[in-house]
């Protein structure tokens, strides 16, 4: 965009799902490729289950070279496959949920591979906040936990006049049609809906939420629609997993006064002009 020289915006990435090593890991590799190719990207978000499977060893060792690869300032957060469930013994492939201790000995594993201090954290980019928080909850598939939501609580408090963007792995609810027996459902929007819904609704400065988890495709028709918007507030940007041979990435660009979503298919290599949405920044 011409007005880049005049840091007019600020130019985010945003992937769905990588489910490493998972399949096509070339076409993955590619997608990497594409994005250091655009000179005015500042960050790539990865909205969890950065791991295929279990959140194994080997899955984190594979998501480390991968991500390795990339020469843009890179923020994963957790999903439901890099810590909910116990690594399989031999040939069982089950999922089944872990312990408490497996849970948060994979939260670590997670940690040291991206070098981060804590698996939650904020950044502040250009006149936003920009808050990342991981799927920790011990029950829930995708769940936030209490430590985190007293986190959450205390960041949005002391930033209440500043425009804030949440990335989580699940969505919120209700903000995608039924279009499959389990949206919506307990397992797949971020949890505890109720508490979450008291914590938006009390900071009327959150306006995006960013995720992932639903697997949603560009194809689905509530992807961009006027559905995404929830409580009358916040818009969430759905994203879609990136384990299939088809692989879109969604573009944030950050304006002062407002941000603009476009949608890019990195199969065609080209943007999707019918999915472009703008959502203007709220004033405090």
Same mark, same amino acid.
């Given at each position: 965009?011409?007005?880049?020289?005049?840091?007019?915006?600020?130019?985010?990435?945003?992937?769905?799902?990588?489910?490493?090593?998972?399949?096509?890991?070339?076409?993955?590799?590619?997608?990497?490729?594409?994005?250091?190719?655009?000179?005015?990207?500042?960050?790539?978000?990865?909205?969890?289950?950065?791991?295929?499977?279990?959140?194994?060893?080997?899955?984190?060792?594979?998501?480390?070279?991968?991500?390795?690869?990339?020469?843009?300032?890179?923020?994963?957060?957790?999903?439901?496959?890099?810590?909910?469930?116990?690594?399989?013994?031999?040939?069982?492939?089950?999922?089944?949920?872990?312990?408490?201790?497996?849970?948060?000995?994979?939260?670590?594993?997670?940690?040291?591979?991206?070098?981060?201090?804590?698996?939650?954290? +904020?950044? &502040?980019?250009?006149?936003?906040? !920009? @808050? $990342?928080?991981? #799927?920790?909850?011990?029950?829930? =598939?995708?769940?936030?936990?209490?430590?985190?939501?007293?986190?959450?609580?205390?960041?949005? +408090?002391? &930033?209440?006049?500043?425009?804030? !963007? @949440? $990335?989580?792995? #699940?969505?919120?609810?209700?903000? =995608?049609?039924?279009?499959?027996?389990?949206?919506?459902?307990?397992?797949?929007?971020?949890?505890?809906?109720?508490?979450?819904?008291?914590? !938006?609704?009390?900071?009327?400065?959150?306006?995006?939420?960013?995720?992932?988890?639903?697997?949603?495709?560009?194809?689905?028709?509530?992807?961009?629609?006027?559905?995404?918007?929830?409580?009358?507030?916040?818009?969430?940007?759905?994203?879609?997993?990136?384990?299939?041979?088809?692989?879109?990435?969604?573009?944030?660009?950050?304006?002062?006064?407002?941000?603009?979503?476009?949608?890019?298919?990195?199969?065609?290599?080209?943007?999707?002009?019918?999915?472009?949405?703008?959502?203007?920044?709220?004033?405090?």
């Amino acid at each position: 965009m011409s007005d880049r020289a005049e840091n007019a915006y600020h130019h985010l990435v945003i992937l769905g799902d990588p489910h490493l090593p998972g399949r096509n890991i070339e076409f993955k590799e590619q997608v990497l490729a594409k994005i250091n190719s655009w000179d005015d990207v500042e960050m790539v978000v990865a909205v969890g289950d950065i791991c295929a499977g279990f959140g194994t060893d080997t899955e984190y060792a594979v998501a480390g070279r991968f991500f390795g690869k990339l020469d843009k300032p890179f923020f994963p957060i957790t999903g439901n496959h890099d810590f909910f469930y116990q690594s399989p013994s031999g040939s069982d492939g089950r999922l089944v949920q872990g312990t408490k201790e497996s849970q948060q000995a994979k939260l670590g594993q997670f940690r040291r591979t991206f070098g981060l201090n804590n698996h939650f954290y +904020s950044r &502040h980019v250009g006149r936003y906040l !920009l @808050i $990342f928080l991981s #799927a920790d909850h011990s029950d829930y =598939l995708a769940g936030i936990s209490d430590q985190q939501l007293d986190w959450l609580r205390l960041e949005l +408090s002391t &930033h209440a006049k500043t425009p804030t !963007l @949440i $990335f989580f792995h #699940a969505p919120l609810k209700g903000t =995608l049609r039924d279009y499959r027996p389990f949206i919506n459902t307990p397992g797949f929007i971020a949890q505890p809906a109720k508490a979450i819904h008291g914590i !938006l609704k009390g900071n009327p400065q959150v306006f995006l939420w960013l995720s992932g988890h639903t697997h949603t495709s560009p194809l689905e028709e509530s992807y961009a629609a006027p559905i995404n918007l929830y409580a009358g507030q916040v818009t969430t940007i759905h994203n879609k997993d990136m384990n299939r041979g088809t692989i879109w990435s969604n573009s944030l660009y950050l304006y002062p006064d407002r941000v603009m979503i476009k949608t890019y298919n990195h199969e065609d290599n080209t943007w999707l002009p019918r999915l472009d949405r703008t959502v203007l920044t709220p004033e405090p």
